[in-house]
């Protein structure tokens, strides 16, 4: 299900500082901007364990520009509070701007039509007690989680995820810092290495035929796609199925140990006999020299010198809802957590338990110390393919 307006009107206005003080004797249940955020946060981890949705109303408008304004809110959270169970949660969606409503365990099976009611139940309830005045003033969206990312769009849905965009307000100072060290280092790189993308570039087009440049689309922050870049490694005209079906498996974990022949077992997670790959794709895989292109994509903002690896399109379908967390949290890198700790021999979940580690801990010296951990766990490293 996506997302649905129920009213027609469209506000942006933001209500003035008398919102805040008629919410200062907020009713029983109505909670503060940053304790619903966390909220939200919470119920997104419940969902991905339980797999049981929930839904989330927003409801905007002018609400406190005026004395009589300040009573209709009193007429809106009076109809909410006849129309929500003791298990949802309503509060500050937005201070000043908006209030939001979350309707928890909504049952999975016949979901659309447990939402529609739900929204024909408070639009009715809401249009009972506001006059067509006040009814025309306010804006009510709604949100479901978790979003339908197979339904012809992999774009999270911001309104969801508030604590994020908080987390990014307060870190404000800090991104920017991390955002110029990435402008910095990917530029200087790129002079740095530019003899050797020179002589990559001829070993690729001598090589096999095709373009020197491998594109593809990926996803970035909150699934935007973006093209990514690599040196082509791979004959041209291949059918991506092999990796797709490869890649199901990992994601799946359906992947078993294998016997290495003196009693020792080992896994690898990537694919080590592809047969898709040329002889000096096989030498810029296990170098990673494929990778040097992307300090384009850094350079362009796409991505970061640190930060979870971009998935594909149909990589992120066979994602598990908690496994999302590592497309939405925080920008894709070159380089981070899962690479200099074990790469292609880390299980699917513990590289996602990575990524998310780096994404609630990170700051600029864990950029720093991942950085300078990279190239040893390429050199010294045996794990890439």
């Known amino acids: 299900m996506g997302d649905k307006v129920v009213n027609t009107r469209h506000s942006n206005t933001l209500v003035a500082p008398s919102y805040d003080r008629a919410l200062s004797g907020r009713e029983p249940g109505l909670v503060d901007e940053a304790s619903f955020h966390q909220m939200i946060a919470l119920e997104r981890k419940r969902t991905a364990r339980s797999g049981k949705p929930f839904l989330l109303m927003i409801l905007e408008g002018e609400l406190g520009l005026s004395r009589s304004q300040g009573g209709m809110l009193k007429k809106i959270l009076g109809a909410l509070s006849l129309s929500i169970r003791e298990t949802d949660v309503a509060g500050s969606y937005k201070e000043g701007s908006a209030i939001g409503v979350m309707f928890t365990e909504i049952s999975s099976e016949d979901r659309e039509v447990t939402v529609n009611s739900m929204m024909n139940r408070i639009y009715q309830t809401l249009r009972r007690n506001l006059n067509w005045e006040e009814f025309d003033q306010i804006n009510i969206s709604w949100h479901a989680f978790p979003e339908d990312w197979h339904q012809g769009t992999l774009r999270g849905n911001p309104v969801l995820y508030p604590d994020l965009a908080r987390r990014e307000r307060a870190q404000k100072p800090f991104r920017v810092l991390k955002r110029a060290m990435d402008i910095i280092g990917s530029g200087g790189a790129l002079l740095l290495f530019s003899p050797m993308l020179l002589l990559v570039a001829v070993l690729v087009k001598l090589s096999s035929k095709g373009p020197v440049l491998f594109k593809q689309q990926r996803l970035g922050q909150f699934g935007k796609p973006f093209t990514f870049l690599k040196f082509r490694s791979m004959y041209v005209d291949n059918h991506h199925h092999i990796h ?142």
């Open 244 to 385: 797709r079906e490869f890649m199901k498996g990992v994601i799946n974990g359906e992947l078993h140990d294998k016997d290495k022949g003196d009693g020792h077992k080992d896994v690898v997670y990537k694919m080590t006999d592809d047969p898709r790959i040329t002889k000096i794709g096989k030498f810029l895989r296990r170098t990673s020299l494929d990778e040097l292109p992307q300090f384009m994509n850094v350079l362009l903002g796409d991505m970061s010198l640190v930060g979870p690896r971009p998935p594909i399109a149909y990589e992120f379908e066979e994602y598990d809802i908690w496994h999302r967390r590592r497309v939405l949290e925080i920008k894709p890198g070159i380089t981070g957590l899962w690479q200099v700790n074990g790469r292609s021999r880390v299980r699917f979940d513990d590289m996602v338990r990575l990524d998310l580690q780096y994404a609630r801990s990170w700051s600029l010296w864990l950029d720093i110390q991942i950085l300078l951990r990279t190239p040893a766990a390429i050199l010294l490293g045996n794990d890439a393919f």
